[in-house]
C-alpha cells in the first residue's frame, strides 16, 4: 500500500490543476457528464507520463511496469467511485443511481484499455483515444440493439451506448488485459 500512497500523491501533485475541472463535472448524476469526465481524466493519466517520456522516472520510485499499471487503473477507478459517492446524495434514489457507477467503469476499462495500447504500440494517445471516441459514437449509432433487420451486435458492447452491460463489461475486461499486456511487454521491465 505504501506503494501506491506514493504513486497516488505524485499523480495527485502533479495532475490536479489539469484533473480539478474534469473532477468537478463528474459530480453531475448523470453518466455524460461523467463520460465526460473520465475521457478526458484518462488522457491526462499513465498516457500523458509515457507520452511525455516520464515513464523511466517513475520506475525509479521504485515501480515495475505491472504496478504503475495496475496502481494508475485503480486510482482511476477511486476517482470515480469517490465522485459517485459524493454525488450520490444528489441522484436519484434507484437502482439506475448504481448502474451509472458500473457504466462509468465500464467506460474507463474501455478507454484506458485504448489509450494506454495505443500510447504502449507508439501512436498518440489524444489521437488514438479521438478517433475510437468517434468510431464508437458512428458504430454505435447505427442500427439497433434488437434481434431484426436492423440489428447492430456492436451496440451491445460499445462504451457510450451500452446496450447490454454484461458483454460491455467484458468487452471492457478484455480491452484493460490486452493494454496490459501490450503496457508490460513493450520496452521490458526494468
Known sequence: ???????VRKQL????????FFLVVMLFPTFG????GVFFITLFSLASDIRHRRLDLMTF?????RQLFWMEYLFLL???SVTFFVGLPFADRSIDSWLMLLKSVVFLSCYFGVVISSVSVGFDPYGAAF???????VLGGIGSSRLGPTFNPYKL???IYQANILASFIF?????????KFFTKRGGER
Open 78 to 80: 477511486s476517482l470515480i
Open 61 to 65: 520510485l521504485p515501480l515495475t511496469r
Open 131 to 137: 478517433l475510437f471516441l468517434l468510431i464508437d459514437l
Open 1 to 7: 500500500m505504501k506503494n501506491f500512497d506514493v504513486y
Open 157 to 159: 458492447v460499445s462504451p
Open 172 to 180: 471492457a475486461a478484455v480491452l484493460v488485459y490486452v493494454a496490459y
Open 33 to 36: 457528464t461523467k463520460a465526460f
Open 13 to 20: 501533485l502533479e495532475k490536479y490543476s489539469s484533473m480539478v
